[in-house]
């Protein structure tokens, strides 16, 4: 179960670059959530599957993210949830866990990478299926702040990989580095925006998460419709840090 109040959804909306005239994501009034709040409320049950010895979290990278909306989210209230492992795949050098969280308003599903954890002869998995045919037609850049990994933990992610510098440097990164599922909401917010859609109009959001992003560095977010969706993909300093990116309004 997560409680949650109004400050937290518009925290969460500001976090991920809403604006004082967005006043149906930032005030009470008349307000909307972001579909892709539910994959800041679904986090709890990675961080417990990591708790339960399923991976070790220290060594565990996020790297891949959906969401099904079901129903728009309240503007407060109480959620009850049910995660689970999924799917366990077995990449030979590596291991995919699929962690997935239930509820009656979303299904989302974090894909978990784990470094020298394969090998043991398991299924495989699907495979990754490219977008590079897709023509983006649309490019917004938006800015980063050195403060919004800071920021964006207060929704709930609190990994110190995010704030603290010597856990960042220990993972080989020369800063605390911003959160994937931030980089993930910018880009949900933008994509609408180019498409002349409602942000909290979401109905299915998936990305892989292929680059780390640093708070401050500047992102490009990229898009176009192609057969039953919007493609985009979102890059920072010329690299791709967000792929095979599919957003379906509704």
Not at 95 to 101: F, G, I, K, P, S
């Amino acid at each position: 179960m997560s409680t949650y109040d109004a400050n937290k959804v518009i925290l969460y909306a500001l976090a991920v670059g809403a604006t004082a005239s967005d006043l149906d994501l930032v005030y009470e009034r008349d307000l909307r959530v972001l579909p892709t709040f539910g994959c800041a409320l679904g986090l709890w049950a990675v961080e417990s599957a990591g708790r339960l010895g399923a991976y070790d979290p220290r060594s565990s990278l996020h790297v891949a993210q959906k969401i099904q909306v079901h129903q728009p989210l309240p503007a407060s209230g109480s959620i009850e949830m049910h995660g689970r492992i999924a799917n366990v795949f077995d990449k030979g050098k590596a291991a995919l866990v699929e962690v997935e969280v239930t509820s009656g308003f979303f299904t989302a599903t974090y894909t978990i990478f784990l470094p020298k954890m394969g090998g043991w002869g398991g299924d495989r998995g699907p495979s990754t299926t490219s977008t590079t045919d897709v023509a983006f037609t649309y490019a917004t850049e938006t800015g980063t702040t050195p403060e919004l990994a800071a920021l964006y933990r207060l929704t709930g992610d609190l990994h110190p990989v995010h704030i603290d510098p010597e856990v960042a440097s220990t993972n080989g990164f020369p800063r605390p580095i911003l959160h994937g599922l931030c980089t993930l909401g910018i880009s949900a917010r933008i994509v609408a925006r180019q498409h002349d859609i409602h942000p909290a109009e979401l109905r299915y959001l998936e990305a892989r998460l292929t680059s780390p992003v640093l708070p401050g560095d500047s992102l490009t977010v990229e898009s176009g419709t192609h057969n039953d969706g919007i493609y985009f993909q979102t890059l920072s300093k010329g690299t791709v840090v967000l792929g095979n990116g599919k957003a379906v309004f509704g």
